[in-house]
């Protein structure tokens, strides 16, 4: 089971940027796809981003496109989710998760979560 912590979260004015931290433990972290997930007071848990075990594959959500880069340093066990032009409807919880094999856009998928970062778009 791989362990993982959020960090990186706070309040933010909207256009501005953030860059969210995902640290895993465990020598197999760099093996493991991530997905970033958030969820908004009294919503369902949605896909962001997802990353492939290399690097070398992303996905992101049609909300996000364009705005998101989600990368990854597997020699320090992190991955990374930059998110700028922020919104307010970008406000929620910012969640990593682990999953082997291929990144998916399905929460259910994914077996290790983080505790998560809370992101606030508010001027």
């Known amino acids: 089971q791989v362990q993982l912590v959020e960090s990186g979260g706070g309040l933010v004015q909207p256009g501005g940027s953030l860059r969210l931290s995902c640290e895993g433990s465990g020598r197999t972290f760099g093996s493991f796809a991530v997905g970033w997930f958030r969820q908004a007071p009294g919503k369902e848990r949605d896909f962001v981003g997802h990353i492939n075990w290399s690097g070398t594959d992303t996905k992101y959500a049609d909300s996000v496109q364009g705005r998101c880069t989600i990368s990854r340093d597997n020699a320090k066990n992190m991955v990374y989710l930059q998110l700028n032009s922020l919104k307010p409807e970008d406000t929620g919880v910012y969640y990593c998760?682990?999953?082997?094999?291929?990144?998916?856009?399905?929460?259910?998928?994914?077996?290790?979560w983080g505790q998560g970062t809370q992101v606030t778009v508010s001027s």
């Open positions: 998760a682990t999953r082997p094999l291929w990144p998916t856009m399905n929460a259910a998928d994914y077996g290790s």
